[in-house]
């Protein structure tokens, strides 16, 4: 069982800049893939970004390529997720997870936070 908790969300003006971390249980932290995901009122669950256990390899969703940045401190147990140049389409709960099998479904996570909101205002 791993448990998730995310943290840093708030209300951020469009242009600002926020840091997302998820402070993840368990100690081999450092073998599990990692995503963050987001979901709007009425939409779907997206995906964001996905870091390797090791931090070396990363992807990220063609909206936030540029402006968002993934990265993990496995001696803290903890992915964070940088994001700046925030837009009001940025509005969502972001949601960090756990994966054995990789990819952009959010289906292949099996282990999920609670989730922050981020609000991006115009």
């Known amino acids: 069982q791993v448990q998730l908790v995310e943290s840093g969300g708030g209300l951020v003006q469009a242009g600002g800049s926020l840091r997302l971390s998820c402070a993840a249980s368990g100690r081999t932290f450092s073998s599990y893939m990692m995503g963050w995901f987001r979901q709007a009122p009425g939409k779907e669950r997206e995906f964001v970004a996905r870091?390797?256990?090791?931090?070396?390899?990363?992807y990220y969703a063609d909206s936030v390529k540029g402006r968002f940045t993934i990265s993990r401190d496995n001696a803290k147990n903890t992915v964070y997720l940088q994001m700046n140049s925030l837009k009001p389409e940025d509005t969502a709960v972001y949601y960090c997870?756990?994966?054995?099998?990789?990819?952009?479904?959010?289906?292949?996570?099996?282990?999920w936070g609670q989730g922050t909101q981020v609000t991006v205002s115009s």
């Open positions: 870091i390797s256990g090791s931090g070396g390899s990363t």
């Open positions: 997870a756990v994966t054995r099998f990789g990819g952009t479904i959010w289906r292949n996570y099996e282990y």
